[in-house]
């Protein structure tokens, strides 16, 4: 009874009655037996001549096909093998193809050598497309040095999560001061700002010429009455007036090496932060690097965070020692979703025109020397969810309007001196922490509030 070796076909052998005892009495055909465990028992010589190994007897229960069914490498296509029948085992009696396999953990998968022809060949040669390895034929175009754009090559993606890709220059928009300096994991050479030269400010040129377009045409005076009434739309009379906003323009003018012309659609965002600067004594705080040459959301990595146009988003600047007013400005940033000034020394009111920002979420002035009232207009932004104004001197009432804000989540109002009574928060359905303690408020919070203690 000794079994036919299979030969180099992938097939079990087909002598059903070569059996092997599994217990008293009781007997199973080789490969039926060896599926049960087939790592381990298709190692094994069979137990029915103790001379051929079982993987040579039943080829196909335990993927041992080289002969016939090694997997044809693809050449430099970004494509998968289209040998569907290449399979391994993922559990007993479960198989998948292996770029499929490859899919589920491509990070550690794919520097594997494959199971399916004795571990010779590297899951990523079979699986180009899965494990990204298409440099030969999809090498990013890096653009001319002089060329201000972001490589087009829209299909070289990366991997940011199980079965997540981006294009490189959109993964690179959302942290540029980290990732332009790596080197793009689509070939492991290339430097991203090389690839992005947009997003990576990368442009041997400025983004708006000096030597060219608008500037080239205007004499100094010209350029200063231009600059001077765009930013008259913005500060008024402040401009000049204001110590503050006057340096942020003469700065613009004389001092900023990035020589920015009046047409520059980034111009008044780079003169409300100087203004910030400028007016929260920007030369005492801890750290920054503002007013350098670089694009303003270069400024401050991690504390200004910008979107991939190149727009303010985030202004993070708790903690950072800084000492004056807040600038009303700050409403030309009309992509701001957060605004942290939390834990500094900044004195006067709240800018009413802080309710200009449409996409606001996070509001941050708590821990300052704030006075003044709560300006209702805070509570007109629809996408407001925090908002923490505690460890201030605010005075005045809580303006009523706080009560029809339904995106509130977060309100903390405690340790100032507001005054008069709680505005009625039935409708306030997503409140989880309101706090006004510490305050001189008084009356009854409302019945109509009861109903909200759910979510408290």
Same mark, same amino acid.
């Given at each position: 009874?000794?079994?036919?070796?299979?030969?180099?076909?992938?097939?079990?052998?087909?002598?059903?009655?070569? *059996? +092997? =005892?599994?217990?008293?009495?009781?007997?199973?055909?080789? /490969?039926? %037996? !060896?599926? @049960? $465990?087939?790592?381990? #028992? &298709?190692?094994?010589?069979?137990?029915?001549?103790?001379?051929?190994?079982?993987?040579?007897?039943?080829?196909?229960?335990?993927?041992?096909?080289?002969?016939?069914?090694?997997?044809?490498?693809?050449?430099?296509?970004?494509?998968?093998?289209?040998?569907?029948?290449? *399979? +391994? =085992?993922?559990?007993?009696?479960?198989?998948?193809?292996? /770029?499929? %396999? !490859?899919? @589920? $953990?491509?990070?550690? #998968? &794919?520097?594997?050598?494959?199971?399916?022809?004795?571990?010779?060949?590297?899951?990523?040669?079979?699986?180009?497309?899965?494990?990204?390895?298409?440099?030969?034929?999809?090498?990013?175009?890096?653009?001319?040095?002089?060329?201000?754009?972001?490589?087009?090559?829209?299909?070289?993606?990366?991997?940011?999560?199980?079965?997540?890709?981006?294009?490189?220059?959109?993964?690179?928009?959302?942290?540029?001061?980290?990732?332009?300096?790596?080197?793009?994991?689509?070939?492991?050479?290339?430097?991203?700002?090389?690839?992005?030269?947009?997003?990576?400010?990368?442009?041997?040129?400025?983004?708006?010429?000096?030597?060219?377009?608008?500037?080239?045409?205007?004499?100094?005076?010209?350029?200063?009455?231009?600059?001077?009434?765009?930013?008259?739309?913005?500060?008024?009379?402040?401009?000049?007036?204001?110590?503050?906003?006057?340096?942020?323009?003469?700065?613009?003018?004389?001092?900023?090496?990035?020589?920015?012309?009046?047409?520059?659609?980034?111009?008044?965002?780079?003169?409300?932060?100087?203004?910030?600067?400028?007016?929260?004594?920007?030369?005492?705080?801890?750290?920054?690097?503002?007013?350098?040459?670089?694009?303003?959301?270069?400024?401050?990595?991690?504390?200004?965070?910008?979107?991939?146009?190149?727009?303010?988003?985030?202004?993070?600047?708790?903690?950072?020692?800084?000492?004056?007013?807040?600038?009303?400005?700050?409403?030309?940033?009309?992509?701001?979703?957060?605004?942290?000034?939390?834990?500094?020394?900044?004195?006067?009111?709240?800018?009413?025109?802080?309710?200009?920002?449409?996409?606001?979420?996070?509001?941050?002035?708590?821990?300052?020397?704030?006075?003044?009232?709560?300006?209702?207009?805070?509570?007109?932004?629809?996408?407001?969810?925090?908002?923490?104004?505690?460890?201030?001197?605010?005075?005045?009432?809580?303006?009523?309007?706080?009560?029809?804000?339904?995106?509130?989540?977060?309100?903390?109002?405690?340790?100032?001196?507001?005054?008069?009574?709680?505005?009625?928060?039935?409708?306030?359905?997503?409140?989880?922490?309101?706090?006004?303690?510490?305050?001189?408020?008084?009356?009854?919070?409302?019945?109509?509030?009861?109903?909200?203690?759910?979510?408290?």
């Amino acid at each position: 009874m000794a079994p036919t070796q299979s030969p180099n076909l992938c097939v079990d052998v087909d002598d059903s009655d070569v *059996l +092997i =005892t599994v217990s008293e009495g009781t007997f199973v055909p080789v /490969c039926e %037996w !060896a599926a @049960e $465990n087939p790592s381990e #028992r &298709c190692e094994q010589t069979c137990p029915c001549d103790d001379f051929n190994f079982i993987k040579d007897i039943c080829r196909e229960t335990c993927n041992n096909c080289v002969p016939t069914m090694a997997p044809t490498q693809t050449t430099n296509e970004c494509v998968d093998i289209d040998d569907s029948n290449n *399979l +391994i =085992t993922i559990g007993e009696d479960t198989f998948i193809p292996i /770029c499929e %396999w !490859a899919a @589920e $953990n491509p990070s550690e #998968r &794919c520097d594997e050598k494959c199971p399916c022809d004795g571990f010779k060949t590297f899951v990523k040669d079979l699986c180009r497309e899965t494990c990204n390895n298409c440099a030969p034929t999809m090498s990013p175009t890096i653009s001319p040095e002089k060329e201000c754009v972001d490589s087009n090559d829209i299909d070289t993606l990366i991997t940011v999560a199980e079965g997540i890709f981006l294009p490189v220059c959109e993964w690179a928009a959302e942290n540029p001061y980290e990732r332009c300096e790596q080197e793009c994991p689509c070939d492991n050479h290339t430097p991203v700002k090389d690839l992005c030269r947009y997003t990576c400010n990368n442009c041997k040129e400025p983004l708006v010429p000096t030597n060219g377009g608008l500037c080239a045409r205007l004499t100094p005076i010209e350029r200063l009455k231009k600059i001077n009434d765009v930013l008259l739309g913005v500060s008024g009379y402040h401009l000049l007036a204001d110590n503050a906003r006057n340096s942020a323009f003469q700065w613009l003018l004389e001092g900023d090496c990035g020589n920015i012309c009046p047409d520059d659609p980034f111009l008044v965002q780079r003169y409300v932060l100087a203004v910030l600067y400028f007016s929260t004594s920007g030369e005492n705080w801890k750290t920054s690097d503002f007013l350098s040459c670089s694009h303003e959301c270069g400024w401050f990595p991690g504390r200004i965070q910008c979107n991939n146009r190149k727009e303010v988003t985030k202004i993070l600047l708790d903690g950072n020692n800084l000492v004056g007013e807040i600038p009303f400005e700050l409403q030309e940033l009309q992509s701001l979703e957060e605004l942290n000034l939390r834990g500094n020394m900044l004195r006067g009111s709240i800018p009413g025109t802080i309710g200009n920002l449409p996409l606001l979420q996070v509001l941050d002035f708590s821990k300052n020397d704030l006075k003044s009232s709560i300006p209702a207009s805070l509570f007109s932004l629809k996408n407001l969810s925090s908002l923490q104004l505690h460890n201030n001197r605010l005075d005045g009432k809580i303006p009523s309007q706080m009560g029809n804000l339904k995106s509130l989540e977060n309100v903390q109002l405690y340790k100032n001196v507001l005054v008069g009574q709680i505005p009625n928060m039935v409708k306030l359905h997503n409140l989880v922490i309101f706090s006004a303690h510490g305050n001189n408020l008084v009356g009854n919070v409302s019945l109509t509030v009861c109903p909200l203690r759910t979510n408290w």
